[in-house]
């Protein structure tokens, strides 16, 4: 079984948020399991920092615009299998990825119909003929269109993944014209009057999944304006939801390089150690017995951000230190810089993206926050659970699907749950966790070490994701996916 994996980021290489790991995660934990992985990402500055490339081949792409001559590079991770890099400095040797200080590029749509048009022709290019394509998000909705209406022999099948649902790709029509489709294919991916790539994605891939069951029936009900398709490809067992896992390579409190000192579920006293040099390092009073409550995140409306800054001082008043470690809106940017200048010794905000303190935060938190409004899976809640930061989460998409509220009386549960988006909600949560915190130490470290020792890996989602790729290759094997080229 081959599979390329086409999206706009892959961990370490080029990341913005959680696609990223998984997209790196999940084609590893997929090789081991004998599927032959490759990865196809567009070459953004700086990459070549990272890995060493080598020339793998020339493209030259008709696009509406005109024809685009790309190269591919090639580089390898040990583990990993080859990624292919797409290189076409005019669109992706710039400063970010989609977008600079706060402003997206207004030529994300060719720049990613170009991406999505040479998954198609890496193949041949470069003599990796997949089986499946696998593509996530709506930048790479457009490939099974391509595949559709560009006369390319239908012999592999398309998995889209869909991590966010919030982003749609949409664009005037106007300017469809760069896209190099025919007008069939631009009307079969035009809704409510404009182009969208995601919903042209969800509607030409032959299975589509997202990253939890929670979510999977959520966007049924509340699927940003597509709901509609969404049922259509559900009631044909066609939309699944998967479970995201997270890689105990690279997050794993007993071995991470990153952090002060290792500890695991068997001895986590470790973890004070941790608490002791953050709070040192970021000038928080040396309170060992305070309990710590950190952030990670995109500061993005979808995380629930503006529930924090109107519960700021409450939160504050429950006698907490409080640290937040992300980069975003620079409404909330601001918000965060200010508001933990007032509490000096008690809070700190790094406004900014760091891997290293992320990993240091995980390790020194009591207790992880995130109170999203929506998540389709949430990859910091799992890793709080394994570093033995107890979550405080909404009950929302994979957030639901992996903490369960701590009940006194069976002590069973990994954190603590609320489920109406309100201030006050989260609020009474946390103060659940800060209560038990202070009044009983050691049901607090029976709930940590519960949720460190989780299984949270990608083992188990690698599995269901080869299933779904068999049963795609299975049925073109049957005759019903048209011409096979094999
Ligand atoms: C997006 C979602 C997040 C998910 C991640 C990886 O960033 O917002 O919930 O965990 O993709 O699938």
Known sequence: MKVLFVAAECAPYAKVGGLADVVWALSKALRELSVETAIFIPKYRGVEDNIELAEAGELSIAMGGGPCHCRILKGTRPKGGPIYFLDYPPYFDRAGIYGERGEAYPDSLERFALLSRAALELPGAVGFAPDIFHIHDWHTS????????????????????????????IYPL?????????????????????LNLLYGGIKFADLVTTVSPSYAREIQENGEGLEEILRERAAKGELVGILNGIDYDVWDPK???????NYSADDPSGKAANKAELQKA???????????????????????????????????????????????????????ARATRRYPGRAAALITFSEEWAHRIEAACDIFLMPSKFEPCGLNQMYSLRYGAVPVVRATGGLRDTVREYDP???????????????????????????????????WVRIMVRGMREDHSWAASAREYLRLYEKLSGSERSGEGGTSGR
């Open 142 to 169: 457009l490939v099974p269109a391509y595949l559709r209406f560009r006369g390319f022999p239908r012999s592999a099948k398309i998995l889209l993944t869909i991590h966010n649902l919030a982003h749609q790709g």
């Open 174 to 194: 106007e300017r469809a014209v760069a896209l190099g489709l025919p007008d069939e294919g631009i009307s079969a991916i035009t809704y409510r009057g404009k």
């Open 255 to 261: 071995t991470d390089p990153l952090i002060w000192a």
């Open 282 to 336: 970021l000038g928080l009073s040396p309170e060992p017995k305070v309990p710590l409550v950190g952030m990670i995140s995109r500061l993005v409306d979808q995380k629930g951000f503006d529930l924090v800054m109107e519960a700021f001082e409450r939160m504050m008043s429950l006698g907490i230190q409080f640290v937040l470690l992300g980069t975003g809106d620079p409404e909330y940017e601001e918000f965060f």
């Open 409 to 443: 009386r069976s002590d069973t549960g990994n954190g603590f749950v609320f489920e109406e988006y309100r201030a006050e909600a989260m609020l009474a949560a946390l103060k659940r966790a800060v209560g038990l915190y202070r009044r009983d130490p050691e049901a």
